[in-house]
T-cell receptor, first 111, second 117 residues
Framework: KAGVTQTPRYLIKTRGQQVTLSCSPI?????VSWYQQTPGQGLQFLFE???????NKGNFPGRFSGRQFSNSRSEMNVSTLELGDSALYLC??????????FGSGTRLTVV | GQQLNQSPQSMFIQEGEDVSMNCTSS?????WLWYKQEPGEGPVLLIA?????ELTSNGRLTAQFGITRKDSFLNISASIPSDVGIYFC?????????????????FGKGTLLTVNP
């Protein structure tokens, strides 16, 4: 069974630009979460979606947004990129209870 | 906010040795998860614990959900070179201050494990 697929794997953007990252969950998984991973802060929760509704949101500025489509695929968007947004962005999907499966991530570099 | 204290930060051991790492929190969790991450990849789920006091094994790995719901440990027996990686604990829940369900995972900072063949 296919795992969680994130595209693209690598991305280089310039400060001030915006970026959209994509995540396809495991078939049948309706919950999709996004995390930011940096060496300094570790893994930080961004938001979680279930059936196209955002159920939880982390402590990130409004420049970080997301959405989920009816097929459970999810996208996250970061507007007005800053150097500090450089990170590995991870998507995870799960059935209703725990056991989140992560994708390989999108490595975003802001220059 | 919720914080997880994971220790040790790093371990350098000989092949065949047993390893133990743990996480403690000031908050209670409904679920404890243990992940392993290798370079260039996302975290891979090793063990999920859903009940206080639960002890679960997965091959050479054993993990326990603490009775107080504020801690968990992971043991690896007879380590092998492919055990190298960063191990993370993560807690999920409980309820939000608003009373809603909490689907967020709070992660520890990780334990870097190096195994010398």
């Amino acid at each position: 069974k296919a795992g969680v697929t994130q595209t693209p794997r690598y991305l280089i953007k310039t400060r001030g630009q915006q970026v959209t990252l994509s995540c396809s969950p495991i078939s049948g998984h309706r919950s999709v979460s996004w995390y930011q991973q940096t060496p300094g802060q570790g893994l930080q929760f961004l938001f979680e979606y279930f059936s196209e509704t955002q159920r939880n949101k982390g402590n990130f500025p409004g420049r970080f947004s997301g959405r989920q489509f009816s097929n459970s695929r999810s996208e996250m968007n970061v507007s007005t990129l800053e150097l500090g947004d450089s990170a590995l962005y991870l998507c995870a999907s799960s059935l209703e209870r725990g056991g989140y499966t992560f994708g390989s991530g999108t490595r975003l570099t802001v220059v | 906010g919720q914080q997880l204290n994971q220790s040790p930060q790093s371990m350098f051991i000989q092949e065949g040795e047993d390893v133990s790492m743990n996480c403690t929190s000031s908050s209670i969790f409904n679920t404890w998860l243990w992940y392993k991450q290798e370079p260039g990849e996302g975290p891979v789920l090793l063990i999920a614990l859903y009940k206080a006091g639960e002890l679960t094994s997965n091959g050479r790995l054993t993990a326990q959900f603490g009775i107080t719901r504020k801690d968990s440990f992971l043991n690896i027996s007879a380590s092998i070179p492919s055990d190298v990686g960063i191990y993370f604990c993560a807690g999920q829940g409980p309820l939000l201050d608003s009373g809603g369900s909490n689907y967020k995972l709070t992660f520890g900072k990780g334990t870097l494990l190096t195994v010398n063949p």
